[in-house]
Each structure stands twice: as C-alpha cells, then as structure tokens.
C-alpha cells in the first residue's frame, strides 16, 4: 500500500528551527525520488528540497539552499527536512511526494504519491 506520512510541523519564531519527517512504506521508499513541496495560501506547490532514495546527492531550491537540509535513513524509510534559520516566508504547508524517477523534480505532475502535508508558520 502506498504511504508518505508527514510530521514535525509546527509554530515558530523567525530564527528558529524545525525537522520535518516523511515516513514511507517501504514499496514506496525503495528506489524513488523523494521530495519535499511546500504550498502557502494562494501561491503554487513549490519544490524546495529532494533527492533519491539511496544516493547522497541532493538538490535544492535557490530560497532554502544554506538553511535547509534533506537527508534520508534508509534502516527507517524515512526522509527528513531539517530547517534552520526560519523565515516568515517559509510558512505554508509542507508535503512530502515521491516518484519512480523524474525529470524536473521540482514540478509537482512528476509526483506519483503524496502525503497530507503537515502545517509549518513562522512568525516574525
């Protein structure tokens, strides 16, 4: 069955910190391009942070690069978005997608599976 759950969202202050996890059953792990989104109120999905299940190479967008961090535990299924130095505009929804390979992975279309999202608000 195919799973991506979400968790560690939550409230901060500008400056502050959070971790994020994606939880996946292990179909939906095992050789997949896992990537981190994020949509606020009106604007589109935004691809901020991804990489491929079982390679270290990982791939930012140009307003996270130097605060956020993608990494992955291969034992747990897991990918993780570790944030640091949160900004206002890094409130929005943060969802964790993955697909069997893709071209541009910052385009959500490329997404076969998608998990429920999990609230991140920063406030100033």
């Known amino acids: 069955q195919v799973q991506l759950v979400e968790s560690g969202g939550g409230s901060v202050q500008a400056g502050g910190s959070l971790r994020l996890s994606c939880a996946a059953s292990?179909?939906?792990?095992?050789?997949?391009?896992m990537t981190w989104f994020r949509q606020a109120p009106g604007k589109e999905r935004e691809g901020v942070a991804g990489?491929?299940?079982?390679?270290?190479?990982?791939y930012y967008a140009d307003s996270v690069k130097g605060r956020f961090t993608i990494s992955q535990d291969n034992a747990k299924n897991t990918v993780y978005l570790q944030m640091n130095s949160l900004k206002p505009e890094d409130t929005a929804m943060y969802y964790c997608?993955?697909?069997?390979?893709?071209?541009?992975?910052?385009?959500?279309?490329?997404?076969?599976?998608w998990g429920q999202g999990t609230q991140v608000s920063v406030s100033s």
């Open positions: 997608a993955a697909a069997p390979g893709v071209v541009d992975w910052t385009s959500p279309n490329e997404y076969n599976y």
């Open positions: 292990e179909s939906t792990y095992s050789r997949k391009f």
């Open positions: 990489l491929f299940t079982g390679n270290p190479r990982t």
